[in-house]
């Protein structure tokens, strides 16, 4: 007997990191980006703020893809409890680094699967990170190949900011926006199991 078809797949996030790490796991996502209210809420955790944004994103694009699997995600760098975003301008993201040099911080990423009947399941994942010394000359040096400007804390660890990383511990794929142990888990949780290039329902016996 067949094995239905898997509901199809939607990215609702514009990153192109995201999109071709689901590519690389052999997934055809359909990009459809979704746009939020991304402040800090009064009280707020970095934590909470990654979980509510990507529930949110992902609420959204049910809304335009009842349907479909609806995947989204907010990805922050957290120094202490600051949460680091997107640089505005070449100053900042100078002075982002300089604060993240020499230090160990977090990379959360909130993830959210939006379900055909609007069921929202969600998770977050953390990595450390820790930066190697360095001055500001090496920082402006970095910023000057335009590569942190779109991304948050200033650097892309899959890029030429991985110069900057000393170590890290967890997911690499989290630090780089879609962790992939979380992603498999809201999977299974909505009752898909990973096949290697594909998604297949899960067996009662799974």
């Keep these: 007997m067949s094995r239905p078809p898997s509901p199809p797949l939607v990215l609702a996030s514009a990153s192109p990191r995201r999109a071709e790490i689901l590519r690389m796991l052999g997934l055809s996502p359909v990009v459809s980006p979704t746009h939020v209210h991304e ?3 009064p009280g707020e955790g970095p934590e909470e703020h990654v979980l509510r944004l990507a529930e949110q994103k992902a609420a959204k694009g049910h809304v335009a ?4 699997l609806v995947l989204a995600g907010d990805t922050a760098v957290v120094l202490d409890d600051l949460i680091l975003g997107k640089p505005a301008d070449p100053d900042q993201a100078t002075s982002m680094l300089l604060m993240l040099q020499g230090r160990t911080h977090r990379v959360m990423t909130g993830l959210a699967l939006a379900l ?3 069921d929202v399941l969600s998770g977050v994942q953390t990595t450390a990170v ?3 010394r360095f001055g500001e000359a090496e920082a402006r040096d ?3 190949t335009g590569e942190p400007m779109d991304k948050a804390g200033a650097y892309g660890i899959q ?3 991985a110069a900057l990383v000393e170590r890290f511990d967890g997911d690499y ?4 926006g879609l962790p992939v142990p979380l992603l498999i888990g809201l999977f299974r949780d909505a009752g898909w199991a990973y096949g290697f290039g594909r998604l297949e329902p899960l067996s009662s016996d799974s």
């Design 39 to 41: 402040e800090l809420l």
């Design 65 to 68: 893809h009842p349907e479909a």
């Design 116 to 118: 055909p009947g609007g």
């Design 130 to 132: 820790t930066f190697r």
């Design 142 to 144: 970095y910023v000057s």
């Design 159 to 161: 890029g030429m900011g």
């Design 173 to 176: 794929f989290n630090v780089v």
